[in-house]
């Protein structure tokens, strides 16, 4: 693993993306998609014991 600061190391975690979108055919369902964590930020989130699903 690389060697972080703890600024270089938030904006690492700042890359994880939660977005959400509606489909033309039925605007009333939201869909969720998230991008998967690097090792990195796995692990960093792993030693905090928070997932990053449910984190916002």
Do not use: W
């Not at 959400?20 to 605007?27: D, G, K, L, S």
């Not at 869909?31 to 960093?44: D, F, H, S």
């Amino acid at each position: 693993m690389p060697l972080h600061s703890f600024r270089t190391l938030l904006k690492d975690l700042g890359t994880l993306a939660y977005n959400v979108t509606h489909a033309q055919p039925n605007p009333e369902v939201k869909i969720v998609l998230t991008t998967r964590p690097t090792p990195l930020q796995a692990k960093a989130f792993a030693l905090l014991a928070l997932n990053p699903a449910c984190t916002q």
